[in-house]
């Protein structure tokens, strides 16, 4: 048995779980998170995947990378959603990655678009 056959969870380090619980409850809509004995709190989502947020002050926002993308059948009705809330979408240019105004990159037939959370970790929402 090996990795393919595991479960796999996005991991996510911030500096302040309230801070962060009111961004990823708040604004996200992440719901029935689940306290873990580290501190963090673990959001299920939908196919058996989850998010979990932890307390680490050292590591918070230290990553440039992509850390989570959420994967959405309603792309679209999604990122009006969360523009709603109050997120903005960053602006990217990067090689073949060009975002348009409300911050939509559209790769292969994909539209994908980043946001930060209060850390600066870098979400990604992409059309499934």
């Known amino acids: 048995m090996g990795l ?5 969870e996005a991991t996510v380090a911030v500096s302040d779980m309230g801070k962060a619980k009111e961004f990823y409850e708040g604004k996200l ?17 939908a196919g058996g995947t989850a998010i979990h947020v932890y307390p680490s002050p050292d590591n918070a926002g230290k990553s440039a990378a992509t850390l989570a993308a959420f994967l959405s059948e309603d792309f679209d009705g999604l990122v009006e959603e969360l523009s709603s809330k109050g997120i903005a979408f960053e602006q990217i ?10 911050g939509i990159a559209e790769l292969g037939g ?13 979400m990604g929402i992409a059309s499934a």
């Open 4 to 8: 393919e056959s595991c479960k796999v």
């Open 29 to 45: 809509g992440l719901a029935g998170g689940t306290e873990e004995p580290d501190g963090g709190i673990t959001y299920q989502c």
């Open 93 to 102: 240019e990067m090689g073949p990655i060009k975002t348009n105004e409300q």
């Open 110 to 122: 994909e539209k994908i678009a980043w946001l930060k959370d209060p850390d600066g970790n870098t």
